[in-house]
């Protein structure tokens, strides 16, 4: 039996009641069902856009070309028209040539030496977040030097970019466009597109829906391009999604930002399985935690329980899931239970027969192995955000840069953490103000200090290529300021690799979470090398409104015209 579909601006919601309009509209073409409608709909828009696609391909191929040769037009001069003569196509009517040589040969006494590897680095002005790039590999690096260890370097990835999903402008198009046409003219809803499973894009999954991201559609010019349907997506999802998008850092004033915005997410973290059976766990604690320690209640201990509600045991499990080692006495704390509990319930949930005991390290992981290619603030062991400074003028090491954390949690002294929630109480919300306005000063302090820095010059130096100061500088002045990429850790091992093979290193380890790579984006501080003897200059990791960032500080006097220096610390030459 065959269904009728109508042509109507009425959104259908169910099949059934199209059969109810049959008496009152005129049928269109005929189907099987809904996937032979949306295939057939999406095969018209198909057709239509190759099509338009053939076209466009010929008028941009028509537009480079220049004017067909005119058969009347006469060469005027004898070597041109030979040339004509010879290659045919070559319209010679504007051009003017002067000399033409007869073609020799260059005989190569010896083969082309290979170029000298050199870093491109693009300029920036801050630090850019990137993250994690270690979970596809863009590319193979060194791919034709036989003595990089690309077996070893692939084991920090998992897998390879062409493995990510594609994003293909011209199909997404397409699939926006049928779906346009299934919905304003046959009255499907989004969802029931989707479920026909026909389209090769699903248009309202979660994150990846179509109609999500249609906005980023291309430039096409083909019609269907330009006209978007309605987005699915329900207002208040619309607008999460758009708030993630502004900065999550409270002090920073730009939308968008790709150093807080976390552009493409980080995966959630991985389920870990547990290692430590129930004895295991008494081995850690040094002392009870508190009178309800679960080393002072030994098994079959009869202390009345408190209830849990189902939510706690929701989140006690998840933590689980994530942390299923870490002490009775932490967890107690996190949930807020008595701790002796806390270890009943672990026994329960994780049965000691169902854990294996093994070694710390997956072997198929590479061992983790020092970084002996990374450069540090030295004085980075005894790091503490900074205060706020009140001083006039630039910050110095002297007068010591500019600040601390998010304004809501920071008092006057940029100690006192004042809780979001008591943001109502007067004195506090007069505080958390007049420390904002110390940050903005300050901020503005450092970033105008670093504007104002030192004139710089790169050129061949002492190992490689080297920075140079144009001016003479005071010791504590600011010189610049150290930029890159913010990476994760996963990213700096990948990273380090490459680094190692090539002796070149850009990695400044900012702290156990982050380094700043300014392998491939950065600034002239890049090109400061290394002296452990007599280093003119120190990098000092600061606290600037809620963002590390490192300033390059004149150590000693520096005359203009000098080479500068840091000590890279003494594991960055180690050999691994
Ligand atoms: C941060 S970069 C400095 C800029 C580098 N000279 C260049 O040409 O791009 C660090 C790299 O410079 C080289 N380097 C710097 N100081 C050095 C030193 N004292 N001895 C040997 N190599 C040094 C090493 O290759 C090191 O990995």
């Known amino acids: 039996m065959s269904t009728y579909y109508y042509a109507s601006k009425r959104r259908l919601g169910q099949l059934s009641d199209v059969e109810d309009l049959a008496a009152e509209r005129q049928p269109t073409p005929v189907h099987e069902n809904h996937a032979s409608l949306v295939r057939s709909v999406y095969q018209t828009v198909w057709n239509e856009f190759c099509e338009w696609c053939k076209q466009d391909f010929a008028n941009s191929m028509n537009d480079l070309g220049t004017p067909p040769v005119d058969a009347n037009t006469r060469v005027k001069d004898a070597e041109d028209s030979d040339i004509v003569g010879e290659l045919g196509q070559l319209n010679l009517q504007e051009r003017e040539l002067t000399t033409l040589t007869d073609p020799h040969t260059i005989i190569l006494e010896a083969p082309f030496e290979p170029p000298p590897s050199y870093d491109s680095c693009n300029p920036v002005s801050n630090n850019h977040f990137t993250g994690d790039d270690a979970s596809h590999m863009p590319f193979l690096p060194l791919a034709d030097d036989p003595s990089f260890d690309w077996k070893g370097y ?126 295991d766990l008494f081995s850690d604690i040094i002392s009870p935690c508190g009178d309800d320690c679960f080393i002072l209640r030994v098994p079959g201990n009869t202390a009345i329980e408190t209830e849990w509600t189902p939510n706690e045991i929701d989140t006690f499990n998840m933590i689980l ?65 900074n205060a706020p400074c009140h001083h006039k003028g630039p910050c110095n090491l002297i007068a010591r840069g500019a600040v601390v954390a998010i304004p809501n949690y920071v008092d ?131 606290m600037v409104n809620g963002d590390h960032r490192i300033g390059i500080y004149a150590q000693t006097h520096i005359e203009a015209g000098a080479e500068l220096f840091l000590n890279y610390g003494p594991e960055f030459f180690k050999a691994t």
């Not at 140079?468 to 300021?481: N, Q, R, V, Y």
């Open 321 to 385: 899931d994530y942390s299923p080692d870490s002490s009775p006495c932490d967890l107690a704390t996190i949930c807020k239970k008595p701790c002796f509990e806390i270890f009943k319930r672990r026994r329960r949930t994780l049965p000691d027969d169902n854990i294996k005991r093994r070694p710390a390290e997956n072997s198929l992981k590479r061992p983790p192995r020092l970084k002996h290619t990374m450069f540090n603030d030295l004085n980075s062991a005894q790091f503490k955000p």
């Open 154 to 279: 692939c084991v920090n990835y998992k897998y390879f970019a062409w493995q990510t999903k594609f994003f293909d402008s011209n199909l997404h198009a397409m699939v926006v466009e049928a779906a346009r046409r299934l919905h304003e003219q046959h009255g499907f809803s989004y969802s029931q597109i989707d479920d026909t499973g026909v389209l090769p894009l699903s248009l309202t999954a979660g994150e990846d829906g179509v109609l999500r991201t249609v906005r980023y559609q291309g430039s096409s010019d083909w019609a269907g391009a330009k006209s978007h349907p309605v987005p699915a997506v329900p207002v208040q999802a619309e607008f999460k999604e758009l708030v993630s998008q502004f900065c999550n850092s409270a002090s920073c004033m730009m939308g968008f930002c790709d150093q807080h915005v976390n552009w493409f997410p980080m995966p959630p973290p991985r389920p870990v399985s547990p290692r430590m059976q129930s004895s």
């Open 412 to 542: 006057v002294d940029g100690q006192a953490a004042i809780a979001l929630g008591q943001k109502q109480d007067v004195p506090a919300v007069r505080n958390v103000v007049r420390a904002s306005k110390l940050i903005e000063n300050a901020t503005r302090s450092f970033v105008e200090s670093v504007k104002q820095a030192t004139a710089l010059e790169v050129k061949p130096g002492s190992w490689g290529v080297g920075l140079f100061l144009l001016e003479s500088a005071d010791p504590g002045e600011l010189i610049t300021e150290y930029v890159g990429e913010l990476v994760y850790e996963l990213t700096t091992e990948s990273r380090d690799d490459v680094s190692m093979h090539r002796q070149r290193n850009y990695l400044f380890n900012l702290n156990a979470t982050f380094a700043l790579d300014s392998e491939f984006i950065g600034n002239e501080s890049r090109y400061i090398n290394h002296s452990e003897d007599t280093p003119n200059c120190r990098a000092q990791v600061m």
